[in-house]
């Protein structure tokens, strides 16, 4: 069974991805590191459907595989509007609401 | 299969710690298309062919491209930045990556060993059985996700060219 060496690849993969996101300052790959934590989801999916047998692993993964392209759309949209605005990729400067 | 399994997992690994390492945009992104496809290549092994077809139509298609695209519209396109992206060294950790890829697909079509080929039909006709069945309330929320989605990304894109145009 292939499975359980997927879930361990699907939890390196979304260790690598979170990682990336908390030490990343670039706006730019952060949203890469959130496509990487999104695909090892879809992974951690796929073995689970594989493992029992049933299709619902594949269905989340369409469902995944939607949010993901809605999330990039909007997200490369405010990139671009932030980059105009600020001339700067860098996440630490966006700090007008002071959080 | 299972030698096949651990050599794309260390593909995707090292192309996804790549991708999180590297400084050039344009590099991470090569990295990251070879990473999509080889964890493609682990879907087809788990036995789930649609999802692999859709891993690399969707993600290593549509959305790679869309990551370029705004990638090439973010930074002025200086003929230095240009030469540095297209640097001959800046291909060849992908390339051997991908070479890999390719050896274990041919491995895969040469020696016939299609395991789960046999289900492949009937597996998709219960996929799309129960996408229409019990998940219809899904696939009805993921198109009320997809139109907002769609008119925050025109807005967006909207705004930024009447401002560069007013300013």
Known sequence: MLSTPALVLAIILFGLGLIGLLSRRNILYMLLSLEIMLNAAALAFIAGGARWGQVDGEI???????????????????????????????????????? | MEILFYIAAAVTFLATLRVITHVHAVHALLYLVVALIALSLIFY?????????????????AIMVLFIFVVMLLGPLAVEQERTWLSPSAWVGPCILALVLLGEVGYLIASGDHPTMAVAEPRQKAISIALYGPYIIGVELASMLLLPGLIGAYHLGRRLSSEARSC
Do not use: K, W
């Open chain 2, 45 to 61: 092994l788990l036995g789930a062919q649609f999802a692999a077809a859709l891993e690399i139509i969707i993600y290593g298609g």
């Open chain 1, 60 to 99: 989340m993964f369409l469902f995944i595989l939607t949010l993901a392209a809605a999330e990039v759309s909007v997200a490369l949209g405010i990139v671009l509007q932030l980059s105009h605005r600020f001339r700067t990729l860098d996440a630490d400067a966006f700090c007008e609401m002071r959080g």
